[in-house]
């Protein structure tokens, strides 16, 4: 699987769009591009995924770009609640036995 | 939907004794199922990957022997830490995913396990 690039942290004001990068320059044609978060003492948390084309759900928005090399995970208005390790992760869709295999990820912090 | 449901969330326990720790996937089936460990200011590391019905898929440098694992049915995998001692402190984490192929990993809350 590719290898992302996520900064380590990143602070957000409350109510503010979070806007959160992940480099992955070497992903391959058919690896979508995953987002999970993880707040303190708890499993992570399945966020959005993506192949090429911008996914939207309840929780957040997904940009990749054209070129997918890099991508964008939105959350649109942050809350106190959304405080948690982002990671992102790029892999084939459900490749048989294969799990995901978690980097450092960006530790979002959100302030009031 | 899909919840993965994990049991016990904290344990505490004597050094040299085992501990049973079950996931269920409560609303789905799942074909596959995942279990890490995430030390503290960690990041989750895979243990292990098990399907159901076979043997599971041990990591690089994880003990089979120590850490047994059981999937016996589509809803049910078991971890086993056995004769457990101090540095097996971690907090333990499983995941599953179910048949279809458009669905993501889904993860438990984790077990928080302390050998004293």
């Known amino acids: 699987d590719a290898k992302t690039t996520q900064p380590p942290s990143m602070d957000c004001a409350e109510g503010r769009a979070a806007n959160l990068p992940c480099n992955h320059s070497t992903i391959s044609g058919n690896e979508y591009v995953y987002w999970y978060r993880q707040i303190h003492s708890q499993g992570p948390q399945y966020i959005i995924h993506?192949?090429?084309n911008n996914e939207t759900n309840e929780m957040a928005s997904l940009i990749i770009t054209e070129d997918r090399k890099s991508s964008t995970l939105i959350l649109p208005h942050a809350t106190l609640r959304d405080t948690a390790v982002y990671y992102c992760i790029v892999r084939v869709l459900n490749q048989a036995g294969t799990a995901l295999i978690f980097g450092k990820g960006t530790t979002l912090s959100v302030s009031s | 939907g899909a919840v993965v449901s994990q049991h016990p969330s904290w344990v505490i326990c004597k050094s040299g004794t085992s501990v049973k720790i079950e996931c269920r996937s409560l609303?789905?089936?799942?074909?596959?199922m995942f279990w890490y460990r995430q030390f503290p200011k960690q990041s989750l590391m895979l243990m292990a990957t098990?399907?159901?019905?076979?043997?599971?898929?041990?990591e690089q440098g994880v003990e089979k022997d120590k850490f047994l694992i059981n999937h016996a049915s589509l809803t049910l995998s078991t971890l086993t830490v056995t004769s457990a001692h101090p540095e097996d402190s971690s907090f333990y984490i499983c995941?599953?995913?179910?048949?279809?192929?458009?669905?993501?990993?889904?993860f438990g809350d984790g077990t928080r396990l302390s050998i004293l």
């Open positions: 098990s399907n159901e019905g076979s043997k599971a898929t041990y």
């Open positions: 609303d789905f089936q799942a074909t596959t």
């Open positions: 995941s599953a995913r179910g048949t279809h192929s458009n669905q993501p990993q889904h």
């Open positions: 993506g192949l090429k």
